[in-house]
């Protein structure tokens, strides 16, 4: 079936239809879709945001994040999906992904929370950051105009899940805290029929929108950047105070967390830096907060930086582990051992991975096989 044809088809209700097409959906849509020429033509939506207040004068400022944006009539915020009409503020992606595809629950990583289950995952376009070093940056980047959209409301995706069976629903690749409105009514509705929902995000978000998400969310994982304001300023275009947060936060409702920290080289990359990002987790989140430390790879706008050494990533994993951190990974470096979840106490392997693939599970009741020792997580 052409993609065409397949995107038509996700417009009808139809149970066999639907079950047609979700048949279909990992060859139509493969994962990130490039941008494409602007396309004032194109629908976008226009469902009211939440969290924003209107000026005195006109305008509004957007409460969603800690940018908070003031845009006047007919501009958008930074993130490039909110526009304000009049004295309303909108969305413009509700319910128009631009990359959809179902992923392995380990490729968000999330090692942790149903190992071997996969999620759903959506993006739309737009992001309230700008990171040099942006994996994503043809969706992030991009204006809802430039991308290649679909019509996919939140039962369409509930609808799709429960006939796939597939558990999760994860928002991811861009920036989910820019479709705020579609995640939270998908989350809500998926937590109604039985589908859990995950967050990947930059957690730059302010704490009245955070709250109210997270009572739809199963897990979170947080690209922690850095522990250095200098870096969120010069690299992400964001600030760190917030991002720490939100972490508190999360880690305060009990919503499962995990936490990625992308590794640059001459950037983030210091024993000193470890040491202190060690130290801030064990005092703020805990020790059994697992920690991904992830190889760069030149891209976007650093594309002047090598590839990581594996070698400094295993000196970050020693630090953290010296510091007492118990659940310390290294990502994208196939093959590694560092993939595995290993058992503080006892030392063998509770989880053996590679790649995205689960090896083996050697857990019983949540806890180590050999020696009882209690692993935390959702399993
Ligand atoms: S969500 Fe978008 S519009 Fe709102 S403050 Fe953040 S960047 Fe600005």
């Not at 000026?55 to 007919?74: A, H, K």
């Not at 490039?80 to 992904?97: A, F, H, M, Q």
């Not at 994860?170 to 920036?175: I, P, V």
Request: hydrophobic share 35%.
């Amino acid at each position: 079936m052409e993609r065409r044809l397949f995107l038509r088809c996700l417009g009808c209700g139809a149970t066999a239809t639907l079950l047609a097409q979700t048949e279909l959906l990992p060859r139509a849509l493969g994962g990130v879709q490039n941008a494409c020429a602007f396309d004032y033509t194109k629908k976008l939506s226009s469902v009211e945001a939440w969290y924003y207040v209107k000026r005195e004068g006109g305008g509004i400022e957007c409460r969603l994040c800690p940018r908070r944006c003031v845009v006047t009539d007919l501009e958008r915020g930074y993130c490039g999906v909110r526009e304000t009409r009049g004295d309303i503020y909108y969305t413009l992606v509700y319910g128009l992904p631009c990359s959809l595809n179902i992923d392995p629950i380990e490729k968000k990583p999330l090692y942790h929370f149903y190992p071997g289950t996969t999620a759903f995952s959506l993006a739309t376009a737009g992001c309230n950051a700008n990171c040099k070093f942006c994996q994503n940056w043809e969706i992030s980047q991009t204006r809802p105009e430039q991308t290649d959209n679909i019509d996919l409301p939140p039962q369409t995706i509930v609808d799709i899940c429960n006939h796939r069976k597939v558990p999760s629903i994860a928002y991811t690749y861009s920036e989910p805290i820019i479709f705020f409105e579609y995640m939270y009514d998908t989350a809500k509705l998926g937590h109604e029929k039985g589908i859990r929902s995950v967050m990947i995000t930059g957690g730059y978000i302010e704490k009245e929108p955070l709250k109210d998400l997270l009572q739809h969310l199963d897990a979170v994982k947080v690209d922690l950047k850095a522990i250095r304001e200098q870096y969120y300023k010069d690299i992400v275009n964001a600030e760190l105070k917030p991002v720490l947060d939100a972490l508190v936060e999360i880690k305060r409702t009990g919503v499962w967390l995990e936490i990625v920290y992308l590794v640059v080289p001459t950037l983030n990359d210091s024993e000193e830096e470890f040491v202190e990002l060690a130290r801030w987790i064990k005092t703020n989140l805990g020790t059994d907060t697992p920690v991904h430390f992830s190889k760069f790879y030149p891209q976007y706008l650093l594309k002047n930086l090598p590839p990581t050494p594996t070698g400094t990533l295993e000196m970050a994993r020693n630090i953290c582990r010296a510091e007492g951190l118990e659940y310390v990974y290294l990502g994208n470096v196939p093959g590694h051992p560092a993939e595995s979840t290993y058992c503080p106490k006892c030392n063998e392997v509770v989880i053996a991975r590679r790649g995205y693939t689960i090896l083996q599970v050697n857990l019983n009741n949540c806890r180590c096989s050999n020696c009882n020792n209690e692993i935390p997580g959702l399993f």
